[in-house]
């Protein structure tokens, strides 16, 4: 059974930087999609970005980067000058649309931004 388990939050001074890591068990990292979203207080969870195992990003903050080892099968979620407003839990999602198709969630690490 394929899992995702996210690794790298902890508290961090606003300005600073995290990256956290997205480790994929139970498969491999093809023709798929991994997600990054934020999870605030309200529990909606935004997107932050995105990279396909093609290597095609999509990002919705420059601050941000997002990579991918596939022959680890791994993924990557770079985060630089970080503000108390990105804090949160961020999850990584993969998502595949062909057969066999699925959406995977992890279990999530916390993120605080504070001083």
């Known amino acids: 059974q394929m899992q995702l388990v996210e690794s790298g939050g902890g508290l961090v001074q606003p300005g600073g930087s995290l990256k956290l890591s997205c480790a994929i068990s139970?498969?491999?990292?093809?023709?798929?999609?991994m997600g990054w979203y934020r999870q605030g207080p309200g529990n909606q969870r935004d997107f932050v970005g995105s990279?396909?195992?093609?290597g095609t990003t999509d990002i919705a903050d420059a601050r941000f980067t997002i990579s991918a080892d596939n022959r680890k099968n791994m993924g990557y979620l770079e985060m630089n000058n970080l503000k108390p407003e990105d804090s949160g839990v961020y999850f990584c999602?993969?998502?595949?649309?062909?057969?066999?198709?699925?959406?995977?969630w992890g279990q999530g690490t916390q993120v605080t931004v504070s001083s």
């Open positions: 139970g498969g491999r990292f093809s023709a798929a999609t």
């Open positions: 990279i396909t195992s093609g």
């Open positions: 999602r993969l998502q595949r649309k062909v057969t066999p198709t699925y959406t995977i």
